[in-house]
């Protein structure tokens, strides 16, 4: 096969699937291409029948295209386990984000917030009503546009303090990365990948995939702030 597989991804998996799709290509010799965009969008191109060979979304993203018929069902192929962290603009002073109340607590006294309109916006969304801050923050909410890093508005100084997948933070300049949300409240998020029915070449999204779960893509996963799923 010479015509390099097509993929297409949310911006979280942007640099991981960089760095997967390069070892695959070092180990079988073929090429893979990997478009990265807001989640949303990377869905709604799938589900219009574009011609991608697979896609790589949150796994109830994934699931919703296979009830639709636009991934093969069965090809749900769980690849890497994403947790969310905090940020601050580079020099700003650090919040105590070490438990459930300290992070309640910054998020009330933060100037404004930011998040994703991702995963991890929606379960933040949750969190927020759950203790009671909805209405009194809504005023101080900046939800980042698909496919805009929430990192990119904290480096600018549109928002005080950002929430996103670590792997989506860790790799920006102009922002300090507090750490991660404690565990008691941590977001984790499983991205997942799936053949598209468009695809002519099912075989070899498989070996991809094969080689994109095996041991030997663990490193790259760590690196890139996940944990192998």
Not at 121 to 150: C, H, M, N, Y
Not at 216 to 228: E, F, L, S, Y
């Amino acid at each position: 096969m010479t015509a390099a597989l097509k993929g297409i991804s949310s911006m979280a998996t942007r640099q991981l699937l960089a760095d997967l799709a390069a070892g695959w290509q070092s180990e079988a010799g073929m090429a893979v291409e990997v478009e990265s965009v807001g989640g949303v969008n990377a869905a709604k191109r799938v589900q219009a029948g574009e011609a991608f060979d697979f896609v790589v979304l949150a796994a109830d993203a994934i699931d919703k295209l296979i009830a639709a018929g636009k991934v093969v069902a069965g090809t749900r192929c769980d690849l890497v386990r994403s947790g969310v962290a905090v940020a601050v603009k580079a020099g700003d002073a650090h919040p105590d984000i070490s438990s459930e109340a300290a992070v309640k607590s910054a998020v009330q006294s933060a100037r404004s917030i930011g998040y994703s309109t991702g995963p991890s916006g929606v379960a933040l969304t949750k969190l927020f009503e759950r203790w009671g801050i909805a209405d009194e923050i809504k005023d101080r909410i900046v939800q980042a546009s698909p496919g805009v890093p929430v990192g990119t508005l904290v480096a600018r100084g549109d928002v005080a303090l950002g929430f996103q997948q670590l792997s989506e933070l860790m790799h920006l300049e102009g922002i300090d990365v507090v750490g991660p949300l404690p565990d008691d409240i941590q977001i984790t998020t499983t991205f997942s990948g799936g053949i598209c029915t468009a695809s002519q070449h099912a075989d070899a999204v498989r070996a991809m995939f094969t080689f994109m779960t095996s041991q030997r893509a663990d490193a790259a996963k760590r690196r890139q702030g996940m944990d192998p799923a």
